[in-house]
């Protein structure tokens, strides 16, 4: 391949091209050069009215292409003054696929298609000039064509960024570029380096910036000419995108800091530094930049880094410690056992008081005492309660682990009031209060904790200067006021000031005054200051003053230069108020004729300022009226009024600038002042930046309510906006970015659901919304909005569709994904008080307070009514949002009804009834009768309902009997609200009024329960998340709660590190609670595997050895369990060996064929795994098998050698889900890589393929010899067999051995440096590490370790040593030889302190002594193998390192993050080992990162020679790379796809095929090569179906593909671009098909309907609904003259939908013309398996259209011939298996048919002969032959296998 090198540095491109000479470039319309005198060179002008019609074009030719590498593009230009101009970049990305990146400043909005990225430009403008200030302006300025003084711009563009970040694809080259009018350019060029044209040479020399750090100066050719002492910045502009800070817009270029510094440049790419999203578009923007799309997401998979959690207030990152360490973390604790209430109250005494619990009856005590008395000393050291346990108590059996619950969430803001925000001084978390709870968010993280202690709604919040102290009061008759440590968490005071309605606090600035206004008991306002100087040392609070007055006081506040001095303000009045000598005493401003005005806010001018002098003192004053007053404090006169006035008349499209004037005024609700600027939020939703002359704004958001609040940091930098409606977020000055912080409901919450796939919360609020909110970032998805109040909602449990019932009846169903209304109902006439879909979403039910319910068919698009029964339910609201349970089989349906008294079981699939309970006399001794009011099914056990009733009671009752199984009383002191069941019925949830209990459900305890509060309304609904994971409770706000219960399976590990012959001797007891801990969660692992056992087990010696840092395993060559298994020779064949000899031919037979069970082997295996509950290892280095619910059909049996009907020719794709599965010898021309269960080695000069087949299952792993002549494969065995390794002989591809030893998949293989042994180490299922001698195959010697093992490999110079990591630590192991024996001595070592709790993922030797490791968390560590002690750390990447290669002194690094670096580490050689290097960052350079590159998936495989210039890697996406780091260049050697492959085609000529896949893309490659010639993709769709048009010729080829959103897409081969869109469905399309003369498109949908399109204009010719109903899975159209059956046409096509049913269709498309020729009906039974029934599937006969052959579900499995000439079937040919796709060649009567079974089975239709082959690992879903018959493709999953068909 050519070399890259000539680009380096960078390519000018118009000396590349030549541009003068205009031979290798176009222009067109009026372009010309002048010489500027600015730059003085010569620049060219491209003018012109239109600015397509006048441009430059390089190259000229569209064939032809730049082919520039460079990641940055340079522009250097001047936007011509008052006009627009556009730019075209034309781009490669992977696979050649083209993608057009255009910026202009004539775009208003961001756009985006899979082929088109369309950027704003927003002009900058010159420094000081009129425009600069003007271009401020939040609806104009900088958008539209550019100023008068726009200056000489240097643009630069990451087009790898762009492209990966807009696409998700991976860069290759620039192809051309198209300048046009209007602007003036002197110069473009490209360059893989960061370049700064604000540096000269002298200063990069000076700042040591060198092109060898990938940044550097600008080059003199490109570089803007700066006079003499002058700054480049002063003179132009440079702008970079994506920007250098993280608050510029996302979506819009424009001009970032105005002087970057060029020191701070790196080579790191910007992904990093995308600004928070703006969670809902348009409504919450920044006016000045106009932002219309949300930025894309980024998924945050790394850990937040512990450096920034102690400035909350935590000082480790154990899950133990506490956050508010006096309420045991984030929970609201209050003690189930405790047993009395009177405790002592103290101020706390340790920062660390974990396992406190919050009693909430002192507060009760204290509220009652301030009722009895007005005593002036009000203050008390903090209530700090105490749970002392005593002796007994602590011996009681408890619900552990204690907390239970832990509050991680809260979505809401507000409550009493959204006027109290605050910023902490750092500016990097604000405070708010959501209802009675205070939150502390950290803006970088949106981290939350949480001030917990208040038991009625915040009202007011107020901090100190510096933010130490933290004040909080809370509204209601009981207004108590509290003060906290911030930092710690801590309450240090708690007092009452004897009032109501407490709206105001204000701290001074040292904190030693707190100044709150509320109501006394008259209702007047009182005005209180307290002493707070010492609340901080313990010391107790004092009243220093205090004042009832009549003046209303909205706002007040303690003058930051004076802490004796206040300003207040409200209706009628602005006062200035002093306390001396214990009085408070006040005088108003005079206010002259402003006297009227309703004063809302002050501010003073100098925020924190501490001067003591009155003089230069000035207080801001805002009005509903929109006036500004400013007032000189120490002459307490106004010196200054103005007005805030809408918008004036708009003149040439633009908005005149907001002025102070005389008219109609906007009320301003806040005022907020710094030293450079003022900030007010207003009633029409704006928050606005002032100078302080308040001459015109220069910065504005909108936001979507009136904002009431606003709040300047302490830095000026930042400001906050909180809004009316709930919203809260800030405002970034100096980037003009917005970002919201929180939304919330402004009402309580009714009900919500979880979406457990996508992970989305949907709510329901008496606010009238819904709205759906991401559980992870709780960002706000959607929002709908109903006149009708919504008051119940339920997610389907597998599609993005959830529904809602409304109060007046209504029930809609809304698609998610499409953001529209899918069906709507009417049946009921009462308020919706119950929503459910059953489990498996095939039905969906609702009921109304009116008492009727209805049953819904949810597996239709429209939800079609299929039952509704009136007066069965419970009449009334009381028992919404979930007043509906269905069972967790979805068989049975439970609910309050007909009367409150009786709970009803019916029927979920008729609502017919099968069983009354009467709840009101279960209890005989009750005095008044029970009601019900909640029902819940445990999940499971179906056959227990519970119910909660008004005796606050929750009865267990039998579903089949109706009798009382358990009782539980006293559940809540208010009656229970909501209950719900864990997943595996360990334990209860319940809810009554404002708190939340978790009980053990067996009720087997002492303490059965924990409760914890926090809401300050009753709870409406309580749930566990579907993981598991979480518990969710909804009232005033939303609440999420981590579950920190263990897991059954990870409560009793009996499994030892080491297998012992005496295992067997286990308790009866053990044995019973390891079947136990066999239930599995839907959650697959628990967040942290805790061990509690309840007794110990009889491995406990052995066990211990796990608590050792470091120990020897043992040298145990086989262990007891495990027989010696012999190295089985297999015949030298490439398919599966058969022990038994067969016929040469196979014929199908009538009867039964019958197959083997693998019963006892699988009963063996349980027994094997008895007792051992292996767990997942989190990290992607570990090889997981994809799930597959087919089975092999082991009667199969493969022809012999030589006597196939078809040969495998190709084999399509490679394994992205395996693990080092490629290999590669690049001296021995040797390469390798798997595929489902072929080993494909494939020749890289031809292309051509040879396939080693021998396998059944997925292929994990392979290894190769040094000597390159033996490849090792390995796999699962399936059936609950051991995995099957295979060694190869390469030379004539012949099976040598076969091993089948371990019990799970086979997670590593290597082979020694001098080949005499072979290692394989499994999976997690079984850690056993086992060694082979690499000549006989035999076992020598194997160990198992105590947890999963991830790599292993040889030493490269001593055969005796080896090396495994794992979750456990690093294994040094060392091959011990006496005689004839053979044994393996590992010693263990954990990773080092210094990276953390991780895992070891990948390893790779350096030399003799040395050994790198990589982590789950991106560490490479660098261990001294002779002392087994790691001395070197870094981070050599932000997520986990899976691939680990070594060459010489260069080290190869692969990530999860699709990063593959390559660093220099031949520094590690003159570190001594005991010098020990934690970080290399801070040691000086250490290890130097060479290079680094970008690929398309996460790295799984790698392979280079022996220098590490260049190799070959494999990814995650199916995809195999070679890499060449000399140019650094990647070339796609092996492509294929990552999801499911849905469809396959060939062209009419085979000289091309096409693929689809669920992924939504669809691409065409060429025969023979099999290369991918182009790939089309559509986002977020997945595509169904794929054909092509009867046209051979290229230049007229087109694909059509349908896609799951009902639209069909035609493509272009030639053009490689998307010719035509059509929208014919609005469901999933199924089939789609050219008619036989291509004249038109008939394509299918999943309900039935057959859409025939034109493929000229894309107008839907007509619909045809005989199908309606049922989805389509065939259609077909043929050449066929029709007159022979009786009808006009020539041709005939037919459709099979999946209710076996066949229309056939004789058309003429040109004399518009379909009729119906026949219509075919095959009867089957009622279908009872637990999957789909098999698909209906039909087709014609090549040979004779008038045949049609069909195959479905029926009464017998077969393939039945039917005439349309004599209207029957004609034959009949028995199948073994359903098939599942079927294919009927065209030049020989053979049939091919796939199964669930695996097997491809090839049918000769005249005979009925057949053969067998089995090389998928999965089942069959598309087969089909070429148009020639020449060739076969078969699919199964992702795996394309190609046929060369030679005849049976």
Same mark, same amino acid.
């Given at each position: 391949?050519?070399?890259?090198?000539?680009?380096?540095?960078?390519?000018?491109?118009?000396?590349?091209?030549?541009?003068?000479?205009?031979?290798?470039?176009?222009?067109?319309?009026?372009?010309?050069?002048?010489?500027?005198?600015?730059?003085?060179?010569?620049?060219?002008?491209?003018?012109?009215?239109?600015?397509?019609?006048?441009?430059?074009?390089?190259?000229?030719?569209?064939?032809?292409?730049?082919?520039?590498?460079?990641?940055?593009?340079?522009?250097?230009?001047?936007?011509?003054?008052?006009?627009?101009?556009?730019?075209?970049?034309?781009?490669?990305?992977?696979?050649?696929?083209?993608?057009?990146?255009?910026?202009?400043?004539?775009?208003?909005?961001?756009?985006?298609?899979?082929?088109?990225?369309?950027?704003?430009?927003?002009?900058?403008?010159?420094?000081?000039?009129?425009?600069?200030?003007?271009?401020?302006?939040?609806?104009?300025?900088?958008?539209?064509?550019?100023?008068?003084?726009?200056?000489?711009?240097?643009?630069?563009?990451?087009?790898?960024?762009?492209?990966?970040?807009?696409?998700?694809?991976?860069?290759?080259?620039?192809?051309?570029?198209?300048?046009?009018?209007?602007?003036?350019?002197?110069?473009?060029?490209?360059?893989?380096?960061?370049?700064?044209?604000?540096?000269?040479?002298?200063?990069?020399?000076?700042?040591?910036?060198?092109?060898?750090?990938?940044?550097?100066?600008?080059?003199?050719?490109?570089?803007?000419?700066?006079?003499?002492?002058?700054?480049?910045?002063?003179?132009?502009?440079?702008?970079?995108?994506?920007?250098?800070?993280?608050?510029?817009?996302?979506?819009?270029?424009?001009?970032?800091?105005?002087?970057?510094?060029?020191?701070?440049?790196?080579?790191?790419?910007?992904?990093?530094?995308?600004?928070?999203?703006?969670?809902?578009?348009?409504?919450?923007?920044?006016?000045?930049?106009?932002?219309?799309?949300?930025?894309?997401?980024?998924?945050?998979? $790394?850990?937040?880094?512990?450096?920034?959690?102690?400035?909350?207030?935590?000082?480790?990152?154990?899950?133990?410690?506490?956050?508010?360490?006096?309420?045991?973390?984030?929970?609201?604790?209050?003690?189930?056992?405790?047993?009395?209430?009177?405790?002592?109250?103290?101020? =706390?005494?340790?920062?660390?008081?974990?396992?406190?619990?919050?009693?909430?009856?002192?507060?009760?005590?204290?509220?009652?005492?301030?009722?009895?008395?007005?005593?002036?000393?009000?203050?008390?050291?903090?209530?700090?309660?105490?749970?002392?346990?005593?002796?007994?108590?602590?011996?009681?059996?408890?619900?552990?682990?204690?907390?239970?619950?832990?509050?991680?969430?809260?979505?809401?803001?507000?409550?009493?009031?959204?006027?109290?925000?605050?910023?902490?001084?750092?500016?990097?978390?604000?405070?708010?209060?959501?209802?009675?709870?205070?939150?502390?968010?950290? &803006?970088?993280?949106?981290?939350?904790?949480?001030?917990?202690?208040?038991?009625?709604?915040?009202?007011?919040?107020?901090?100190?200067?510096?933010?130490?102290?933290?004040?909080?009061?809370?509204?209601?008759?009981?207004?108590?006021?509290?003060?906290?440590?911030?930092?710690?968490?801590?309450?240090?005071?708690?007092?009452?000031?004897?009032?109501?309605?407490?709206?105001?606090?204000?701290?001074?600035?040292?904190?030693?005054?707190?100044?709150?206004?509320?109501?006394?008991?008259?209702?007047?306002?009182?005005?209180?200051?307290?002493?707070?100087?010492?609340?901080?040392?313990?010391?107790?609070?004092?009243?220093?003053?205090?004042?009832?007055?009549?003046?209303? &006081?909205?706002?007040?506040?303690?003058?930051?230069?004076?802490?004796? $001095?206040?300003?207040?303000?409200?209706?009628?009045?602005?006062?200035?108020?002093?306390?001396?000598?214990?009085?408070?005493?006040?005088?108003?401003?005079?206010?002259?004729?402003?006297?009227?005005?309703?004063?809302?806010?002050?501010?003073?001018?100098?925020?924190?300022?501490?001067?003591?002098?009155?003089?230069?003192?000035?207080?801001?004053?805002?009005?509903?009226?929109?006036?500004?007053?400013?007032?000189?404090?120490?002459?307490?006169?106004?010196?200054?009024?103005?007005?805030?006035?809408?918008?004036?008349?708009?003149?040439?499209?633009?908005?005149?600038?907001?002025?102070?004037?005389?008219?109609?005024?906007?009320?301003?609700?806040?005022?907020?002042?710094?030293?450079?600027?003022?900030?007010?939020?207003?009633?029409?939703?704006?928050?606005?930046?002032?100078?302080?002359?308040?001459?015109?704004?220069?910065?504005?958001?909108?936001?979507?309510?009136?904002?009431?609040?606003?709040?300047?940091?302490?830095?000026?930098?930042?400001?906050?906006?909180?809004?009316?409606?709930?919203?809260?977020?800030?405002?970034?000055?100096?980037?003009?970015?917005?970002?919201?912080?929180?939304?919330?409901?402004?009402?309580? +919450?009714?009900?919500?659901?979880?979406?457990?796939?996508?992970?989305?919360?949907?709510?329901?609020?008496?606010?009238?919304?819904?709205?759906?909110?991401?559980?992870?970032?709780?960002?706000?998805?959607?929002?709908?909005?109903?006149?009708?109040?919504?008051?119940?909602?339920?997610?389907?449990?597998?599609?993005?569709?959830?529904?809602?019932?409304?109060?007046?009846?209504?029930?809609?169903?809304?698609?998610?994904?499409?953001?529209?209304?899918?069906?709507?109902?009417?049946?009921?006439?009462?308020?919706?008080?119950?929503?459910?879909?059953?489990?498996?979403?095939?039905?969906?039910?609702?009921?109304?307070?009116?008492?009727?319910?209805?049953?819904?068919?949810?597996?239709?698009?429209?939800?079609?009514?299929?039952?509704?029964?009136?007066?069965?339910?419970?009449?009334?609201?009381?028992?919404?949002?979930?007043?509906?349970?269905?069972?967790?089989?979805?068989?049975?349906?439970?609910?309050?009804?007909?009367?409150?008294?009786?709970?009803?079981?019916?029927?979920?699939?008729?609502?017919?009834?099968?069983?009354?309970?009467?709840?009101?006399?279960?209890?005989?001794?009750?005095?008044?009768?029970?009601?019900?009011?909640?029902?819940?099914?445990?999940?499971?056990?179906?056959?227990?309902?519970?119910?909660?009733?008004?005796?606050?009671?929750?009865?267990?009752?039998?579903?089949?009997?109706?009798?009382?199984? $358990?009782? @539980?009383?006293?559940?809540?002191?208010?009656?229970?609200?909501?209950?719900?069941?864990?997943?595996?019925?360990?334990?209860?949830?319940?809810?009554?009024?404002?708190?939340?209990?978790?009980?053990?459900?067996?009720?087997?305890?002492?303490?059965?329960?924990?409760?914890?509060?926090?809401?300050?309304?009753?709870?409406?609904?309580?749930?566990?998340?579907?993981?598991?994971?979480? +518990?969710?409770?909804?009232?005033?706000?939303?609440?999420?709660?981590?579950?920190?219960?263990?897991?059954?399976?990870?409560?009793?590990?009996?499994?030892?590190?080491?297998?012992?012959?005496?295992?067997?001797?286990?308790?009866?007891?053990?044995?019973?609670?390891?079947?136990?801990?066999?239930?599995?969660?839907?959650?697959?692992?628990?967040?942290?595997?805790?061990?509690?056992?309840?007794?110990?087990?009889?491995?406990?010696?052995?066990?211990?050895?796990?608590?050792?840092?470091?120990?020897?395993?043992?040298?145990?060559?086989?262990?007891?369990?495990?027989?010696?298994?012999?190295?089985?020779?297999?015949?030298?064949?490439?398919?599966?060996?058969?022990?038994?000899?067969?016929?040469?031919?196979?014929?199908?037979?009538?009867?039964?064929?019958?197959?083997?069970?693998?019963?006892?082997?699988?009963?063996?295996?349980?027994?094997?795994?008895?007792?051992?509950?292996?767990?997942?290892?989190?990290?992607?280095?570990?090889?997981?098998?994809?799930?597959?619910?087919?089975?092999?059909?082991?009667?199969?049996?493969?022809?012999?050698?030589?006597?196939?009907?078809?040969?495998?020719?190709?084999?399509?794709?490679?394994?992205?889900?395996?693990?080092?599965?490629?290999?590669?010898?690049?001296?021995?021309?040797?390469?390798?890589?798997?595929?489902?269960?072929?080993?494909?080695?494939?020749? @890289?000069?031809?292309?051509?393929?040879?396939?080693?087949?021998?396998?059944?299952?997925?292929?994990?792993?392979?290894?190769?010899?040094?000597?390159?002549?033996?490849?090792?494969?390995?796999?699962?065995?399936?059936?609950?067999?051991?995995?099957?390794?295979?060694?190869?002989?390469?030379?004539?591809?012949?099976?040598?051995?076969?091993?089948?030893?371990?019990?799970?998949?086979?997670?590593?293989?290597?082979?020694?440096?001098?080949?005499?042994?072979?290692?394989?180490?499994?999976?997690?299922?079984?850690?056993?590490?086992?060694?082979?001698?690499?000549?006989?195959?035999?076992?020598?010697?194997?160990?198992?370790?105590?947890?999963?093992?991830?790599?292993?490999?040889?030493?490269?110079?001593?055969?005796?040593?080896?090396?495994?990591?794992?979750?456990?630590?690093?294994?040094?192991?060392?091959?011990?030889?006496?005689?004839?024996?053979?044994?393996?001595?590992?010693?263990? +070592?954990?990773?080092?302190?210094?990276?953390?709790?991780?895992?070891?993922?990948?390893?790779?030797?350096?030399?003799?002594?040395?050994?790198?490791?990589?982590?789950?968390?991106?560490?490479?560590?660098?261990?001294?193998?002779?002392?087994?002690?790691?001395?070197?750390?870094?981070?050599?990447?932000?997520?986990?390192?899976?691939?680990?290669?070594?060459?010489?002194?260069?080290?190869?690094?692969?990530?999860?993050?699709?990063?593959?670096?390559?660093?220099?580490?031949?520094?590690?050689?003159?570190?001594?080992?005991?010098?020990?290097?934690?970080?290399?960052?801070?040691?000086?350079?250490?290890?130097?990162?060479?290079?680094?590159?970008?690929?398309?998936?996460?790295?799984?495989?790698?392979?280079?020679?022996?220098?590490?210039?260049?190799?070959?890697?494999?990814?995650?996406?199916?995809?195999?790379?070679?890499?060449?780091?000399?140019?650094?260049?990647?070339?796609?050697?092996?492509?294929?796809?990552?999801?499911?492959?849905?469809?396959?085609?060939?062209?009419?000529?085979?000289?091309?095929?096409?693929?689809?896949?669920?992924?939504?893309?669809?691409?065409?490659?060429?025969?023979?090569?099999?290369?991918?010639?182009?790939?089309?993709?559509?986002?977020?769709?997945?595509?169904?179906?794929?054909?092509?048009?009867?046209?051979?010729?290229?230049?007229?080829?087109?694909?059509?593909?349908?896609?799951?959103?009902?639209?069909?897409?035609?493509?272009?081969?030639?053009?490689?671009?998307?010719?035509?869109?059509?929208?014919?469905?609005?469901?999933?399309?199924?089939?789609?098909?050219?008619?036989?003369?291509?004249?038109?498109?008939?394509?299918?949908?999943?309900?039935?309907?057959?859409?025939?399109?034109? =493929?000229?204009?894309?107008?839907?010719?007509?619909? &045809?609904?005989?199908?309606?109903?049922?989805?389509?899975?065939?259609?077909?159209?043929?050449?066929?003259?029709?007159?022979?059956?009786?009808?006009?046409?020539?041709?005939?096509?037919?459709?099979?939908?999946?209710?076996?049913?066949?229309?056939?269709?004789?058309?003429?498309?040109?004399?518009?013309?379909?009729?119906?020729?026949?219509?075919?009906?095959?009867?089957?039974?009622?279908?009872?398996?637990?999957?789909? =029934?098999? =698909?209906?599937?039909?087709?014609?006969?090549?040979?004779?259209?008038?045949?049609?052959?069909?195959?479905?579900?029926?009464?017998? $499995?077969?393939?039945?011939?039917?005439?349309?000439?004599?209207?029957?079937?004609?034959?009949?040919?028995?199948?073994?298996?359903?098939?599942?796709?079927?294919?009927?060649?065209?030049?020989?009567?053979?049939?091919?048919?796939?199964?669930?079974?695996? +097997?491809?089975?090839?049918?000769?239709?005249?005979?009925?002969?057949?053969?067998?082959? &089995?090389?998928?690992?999965?089942?069959?879903?598309?087969?089909?032959?070429?148009?020639?018959?020449?060739?076969?493709?078969?699919?199964?999953?992702?795996?394309?296998?190609?046929?060369?068909?030679?005849?049976?």
């Amino acid at each position: 391949m050519a070399s890259k090198g000539w680009q380096h540095p960078y390519v000018n491109i118009f000396k590349h091209v030549r541009l003068e000479d205009w031979k290798r470039s176009a222009k067109e319309g009026d372009v010309s050069t002048y010489s500027n005198k600015m730059l003085k060179c010569a620049v060219f002008r491209i003018r012109g009215p239109v600015p397509a019609n006048s441009y430059i074009l390089v190259p000229k030719n569209s064939s032809q292409s730049l082919g520039l590498t460079g990641r940055y593009f340079y522009l250097l230009f001047r936007p011509t003054p008052g006009k627009y101009f556009v730019v075209h970049l034309d781009v490669s990305a992977e696979e050649d696929q083209a993608v057009r990146i255009s910026f202009s400043n004539m775009l208003k909005e961001f756009k985006s298609t899979s082929t088109w990225l369309q950027f704003p430009f927003l002009c900058g403008a010159a420094k000081d000039s009129v425009y600069e200030s003007t271009s401020k302006s939040a609806r104009h300025g900088l958008v539209g064509p550019a100023p008068t003084s726009v200056r000489w711009t240097c643009l630069m563009l990451d087009l790898q960024y762009t492209l990966s970040v807009y696409l998700n694809r991976s860069y290759s080259h620039l192809k051309s570029v198209k300048l046009c009018a209007n602007m003036s350019v002197k110069n473009m060029f490209t360059s893989d380096l960061l370049l700064d044209p604000g540096v000269s040479f002298s200063e990069a020399k000076m700042k040591g910036l060198a092109s060898s750090q990938g940044t550097g100066p600008m080059p003199r050719d490109m570089s803007f000419p700066v006079p003499k002492g002058g700054s480049w910045h002063d003179l132009y502009d440079y702008i970079r995108f994506p920007s250098e800070g993280t608050k510029l817009p996302f979506d819009s270029i424009q001009k970032g800091s105005p002087k970057p510094e060029a020191g701070c440049v790196s080579n790191q790419s910007p992904v990093g530094e995308v600004p928070c999203c703006v969670s809902k578009p348009v409504q919450d923007r920044v006016s000045l930049i106009q932002q219309i799309t949300t930025p894309k997401s980024f998924p945050r998979n $790394r850990t937040p880094l512990v450096t920034s959690i102690p400035e909350l207030g935590v000082v480790s990152t154990h899950h133990k410690d506490d956050w508010l360490c006096h309420n045991d973390g984030q929970h609201l604790r209050e003690s189930a056992c405790s047993a009395s209430h009177r405790l002592t109250f103290r101020p =706390p005494c340790n920062a660390d008081d974990r396992g406190v619990h919050v009693n909430m009856q002192p507060e009760r005590g204290y509220c009652k005492l301030g009722e009895e008395s007005e005593d002036e000393v009000v203050c008390t050291p903090v209530p700090h309660p105490v749970h002392l346990l005593s002796s007994k108590e602590t011996r009681q059996q408890q619900l552990l682990p204690d907390p239970i619950l832990r509050l991680k969430r809260i979505v809401g803001f507000g409550g009493a009031t959204t006027k109290c925000a605050l910023w902490t001084k750092s500016g990097d978390a604000v405070v708010y209060p959501c209802h009675a709870i205070i939150v502390s968010l950290k &803006i970088s993280s949106r981290q939350q904790r949480f001030f917990i202690g208040h038991t009625d709604k915040v009202s007011a919040l107020a901090f100190n200067g510096n933010t130490t102290l933290l004040a909080s009061a809370q509204t209601g008759n009981h207004s108590v006021v509290r003060v906290w440590n911030y930092h710690k968490g801590h309450c240090l005071a708690m007092f009452r000031i004897h009032a109501h309605s407490l709206s105001s606090l204000s701290f001074s600035y040292g904190g030693g005054i707190l100044c709150g206004v509320g109501k006394d008991g008259h209702s007047k306002t009182m005005v209180v200051v307290w002493n707070t100087l010492n609340v901080n040392k313990g010391g107790e609070v004092t009243i220093l003053a205090k004042a009832h007055t009549d003046v209303d &006081i909205h706002t007040m506040k303690v003058a930051p230069f004076d802490d004796t $001095r206040m300003v207040s303000c409200g209706r009628d009045n602005i006062r200035l108020w002093r306390v001396r000598n214990g009085t408070l005493r006040s005088c108003p401003v005079n206010l002259g004729e402003y006297h009227s005005m309703d004063f809302t806010d002050v501010s003073f001018e100098a925020g924190n300022s501490s001067n003591p002098c009155l003089d230069d003192q000035t207080l801001f004053a805002s009005s509903r009226s929109g006036y500004i007053f400013e007032i000189d404090y120490s002459r307490v006169v106004i010196t200054n009024v103005r007005r805030l006035l809408p918008a004036q008349q708009q003149h040439a499209n633009r908005r005149e600038k907001w002025t102070f004037n005389t008219g109609p005024g906007i009320a301003i609700n806040s005022i907020s002042v710094c030293s450079s600027f003022c900030a007010t939020g207003s009633e029409d939703g704006f928050l606005r930046l002032w100078p302080l002359d308040f001459s015109a704004v220069f910065l504005e958001a909108e936001h979507e309510g009136p904002v009431s609040l606003v709040s300047v940091s302490s830095d000026s930098l930042q400001v906050l906006a909180g809004t009316s409606t709930g919203n809260l977020g800030f405002l970034d000055v100096s980037s003009r970015g917005y970002n919201t912080l929180m939304r919330s409901h402004t009402d309580a +919450v009714l009900g919500f659901s979880v979406d457990g796939v996508r992970r989305h919360l949907t709510t329901a609020s008496s606010d009238g919304t819904v709205r759906i909110w991401n559980m992870d970032s709780l960002h706000q998805l959607y929002d709908f909005v109903s006149e009708d109040s919504p008051c119940s909602v339920a997610f389907h449990p597998s599609e993005q569709v959830f529904s809602c019932g409304f109060s007046s009846g209504i029930v809609r169903i809304f698609d998610i994904s499409s953001a529209k209304m899918l069906a709507e109902h009417k049946q009921h006439r009462g308020e919706v008080v119950g929503l459910a879909f059953s489990p498996d979403g095939e039905f969906m039910y609702s009921a109304d307070s009116q008492g009727s319910l209805a049953l819904y068919n949810a597996s239709d698009e429209d939800h079609n009514v299929i039952r509704v029964v009136c007066n069965v339910v419970a009449r009334g609201t009381e028992r919404a949002p979930d007043a509906l349970t269905v069972s967790s089989d979805s068989r049975c349906l439970a609910f309050v009804g007909p009367s409150e008294f009786i709970v009803t079981v019916a029927d979920s699939r008729s609502l017919d009834e099968l069983l009354h309970v009467d709840v009101s006399i279960l209890d005989v001794d009750s005095s008044r009768l029970d009601s019900a009011l909640k029902v819940c099914f445990s999940p499971a056990s179906t056959e227990h309902l519970l119910v909660a009733t008004s005796a606050n009671k929750i009865l267990w009752v039998s579903t089949k009997t109706g009798r009382l199984l $358990r009782e @539980l009383s006293k559940v809540h002191k208010h009656q229970c609200s909501s209950l719900a069941v864990s997943e595996d019925s360990r334990f209860l949830l319940t809810a009554g009024h404002n708190a939340v209990k978790v009980w053990d459900y067996n009720m087997q305890l002492d303490v059965n329960s924990q409760m914890f509060i926090g809401h300050s309304q009753p709870i409406r609904q309580v749930s566990f998340t579907p993981d598991q994971l979480g +518990v969710i409770s909804v009232g005033d706000a939303i609440f999420l709660w981590d579950f920190l219960a263990h897991p059954v399976d990870s409560l009793t590990d009996s499994r030892s590190p080491l297998r012992l012959g005496g295992y067997t001797s286990a308790t009866k007891s053990a044995q019973q609670d390891a079947e136990l801990n066999a239930a599995q969660l839907s959650s697959g692992m628990p967040r942290w595997p805790v061990p509690l056992p309840s007794s110990s087990p009889p491995q406990l010696e052995v066990s211990a050895l796990d608590q050792v840092d470091q120990e020897i395993l043992g040298s145990l060559s086989i262990c007891e369990d495990t027989p010696t298994i012999p190295a089985v020779p297999v015949p030298a064949t490439g398919s599966h060996p058969s022990p038994d000899s067969r016929p040469a031919t196979s014929f199908l037979k009538v009867t039964q064929l019958d197959s083997s069970s693998p019963l006892n082997t699988t009963r063996m295996y349980a027994v094997e795994l008895k007792g051992r509950k292996p767990v997942r290892p989190d990290c992607y280095r570990h090889f997981i098998p994809r799930f597959k619910t087919s089975t092999l059909d082991q009667a199969a049996k493969a022809p012999q050698p030589g006597e196939e009907c078809i040969k495998l020719k190709a084999v399509i794709g490679y394994n992205g889900n395996g693990r080092g599965n490629m290999v590669w010898s690049p001296d021995q021309g040797l390469f390798a890589y798997s595929c489902g269960c072929v080993v494909v080695v494939e020749y @890289l000069h031809t292309g051509s393929q040879r396939h080693l087949q021998c396998h059944s299952e997925e292929i994990s792993c392979l290894a190769v010899t040094n000597d390159a002549q033996t490849v090792a494969s390995a796999s699962g065995g399936g059936h609950g067999n051991r995995s099957l390794i295979c060694i190869w002989d390469i030379q004539n591809g012949t099976c040598r051995n076969t091993i089948s030893y371990h019990r799970g998949a086979v997670q590593s293989l290597a082979f020694s440096r001098d080949d005499r042994f072979f290692l394989s180490a499994g999976d997690f299922s079984d850690p056993e590490v086992a060694l082979w001698s690499s000549k006989t195959f035999q076992l020598l010697s194997s160990v198992s370790v105590s947890g999963p093992i991830h790599d292993a490999a040889f030493s490269p110079s001593a055969a005796s040593q080896l090396a495994c990591v794992g979750s456990q630590g690093a294994y040094f192991c060392l091959i011990h030889m006496q005689g004839l024996d053979v044994d393996l001595k590992v010693q263990r +070592v954990r990773a080092p302190a210094e990276v953390g709790d991780v895992e070891l993922t990948a390893l790779c030797y350096h030399m003799d002594s040395f050994l790198f490791t990589a982590t789950n968390r991106g560490h490479v560590c660098v261990w001294d193998v002779n002392t087994q002690h790691c001395f070197m750390t870094w981070e050599a990447d932000e997520g986990e390192i899976g691939v680990l290669l070594c060459r010489g002194n260069r080290l190869l690094t692969g990530s999860n993050t699709r990063w593959l670096r390559l660093w220099e580490v031949e520094a590690v050689q003159g570190v001594k080992p005991q010098e020990k290097v934690c970080n290399v960052e801070n040691s000086g350079t250490m290890v130097v990162l060479e290079q680094e590159m970008m690929l398309d998936g996460t790295t799984v495989s790698a392979a280079f020679d022996i220098t590490m210039d260049m190799g070959i890697v494999g990814t995650t996406a199916g995809t195999l790379w070679y890499i060449n780091w000399s140019d650094n260049s990647s070339i796609r050697l092996v492509s294929g796809h990552k999801t499911k492959v849905i469809d396959v085609a060939f062209s009419s000529d085979e000289r091309h095929f096409a693929t689809c896949s669920e992924d939504g893309s669809v691409r065409v490659w060429s025969t023979p090569s099999n290369e991918l010639v182009v790939q089309f993709q559509v986002l977020d769709q997945a595509c169904g179906c794929v054909c092509w048009s009867p046209s051979s010729s290229k230049d007229s080829a087109y694909v059509a593909a349908g896609y799951s959103d009902g639209t069909l897409r035609i493509f272009q081969l030639a053009s490689s671009e998307m010719d035509m869109k059509l929208h014919p469905h609005h469901v999933a399309v199924t089939a789609v098909q050219y008619s036989a003369n291509g004249h038109v498109i008939l394509s299918a949908g999943k309900n039935g309907l057959v859409a025939v399109s034109s =493929p000229v204009n894309g107008a839907t010719i007509r619909v &045809i609904r005989d199908h309606k109903g049922a989805p389509i899975t065939t259609i077909q159209c043929v050449n066929e003259q029709c007159k022979k059956f009786g009808l006009e046409g020539n041709e005939v096509w037919l459709a099979a939908s999946a209710d076996r049913r066949v229309s056939v269709w004789a058309a003429d498309w040109l004399k518009d013309t379909c009729d119906l020729l026949d219509w075919l009906t095959f009867p089957a039974p009622a279908y009872v398996g637990d999957d789909s =029934p098999p =698909p209906s599937l039909a087709a014609f006969c090549p040979a004779d259209p008038s045949l049609v052959v069909y195959t479905g579900y029926g009464v017998e $499995r077969e393939l039945s011939f039917y005439s349309l000439a004599k209207k029957q079937i004609i034959k009949k040919i028995a199948l073994p298996h359903w098939a599942t796709c079927f294919s009927l060649c065209y030049k020989s009567p053979l049939i091919a048919v796939g199964s669930k079974e695996r +097997v491809l089975k090839l049918i000769k239709s005249t005979s009925g002969r057949f053969q067998d082959f &089995i090389q998928h690992s999965d089942s069959l879903q598309t087969c089909h032959f070429s148009p020639s018959g020449a060739l076969l493709f078969t699919v199964a999953y992702n795996e394309i296998l190609l046929w060369e068909v030679q005849g049976l």
